[in-house]
């Protein structure tokens, strides 16, 4: 359904799975299983695997916080993107990597979920993508913030509601379990 004309295969996004980025994260042990699962999905049916990585004055380029977290491996030749704003499209290059490789449907995992994850799937939706939101394999932490307390689990949850099924004219956006992938 995408409305990207010629774009028919799709693409597992890996935002932001960073050692200084997830640190402390909701559910991160059973979120890091599931990604691993997508993953292990991708390759085997040949859909492409993109790590995205921020960096800013916490997430030094090369530093140990900037790091892919050591349960998961990029192998040699996935796309790499580098990003400075919570949005994946902005300022990159993953535009240009999704076009490449002919892609009109991104399936969604990383953290965090109310930022960056938030962030790339709206862009997405707005590019014209299709969008699949890998329910049990994202996640963030909770904050205190301007006199509130915001609880991981109810912004995961709240997250995975929105995207459980809407539609924007000529392309959906939907959330599932890992478990009910099939590429």
């Not at 490449?100 to 994850?117: I, P």
């Not at 932490?141 to 006199?147: L, P």
Request: aromatic share 8%; glycine share 6%.
């Amino acid at each position: 359904m995408t409305t990207l004309p010629g774009r028919d295969k799709s693409a597992l996004l890996v935002i932001d799975v960073q050692n200084g980025v997830v640190e402390g994260a909701y559910n991160l042990p059973a979120v890091l299983s599931a990604i691993n699962v997508a993953i292990d999905k991708a390759r085997a049916a040949g859909v492409p695997v993109i790590w995205v990585q921020h960096a800013d004055e916490e997430l030094i380029v090369d530093s140990e916080s900037w790091q892919i977290v050591p349960e998961l491996k990029p192998l040699p030749g996935e796309n790499m993107v580098r990003k400075i704003y919570r949005s994946s499209f902005e300022a990159t290059n993953l535009d240009s990597i999704l076009e490449e490789l002919q892609v009109g449907h991104l399936y969604v995992t990383g953290a965090q979920t109310d930022n960056c994850v938030r962030h790339t799937t709206h862009a997405a939706q707005e590019r014209g993508y299709d969008v699949t939101v890998l329910a049990d394999a994202h996640t963030t932490t909770g904050y205190e913030w301007n006199g509130h307390t915001v609880d991981a689990k109810a912004v995961v949850d709240q997250f995975n509601d929105n995207f459980y099924g809407s539609e924007l004219p000529g392309r959906f956006t939907r959330a599932l379990l890992t478990s009910e992938l099939n590429f």
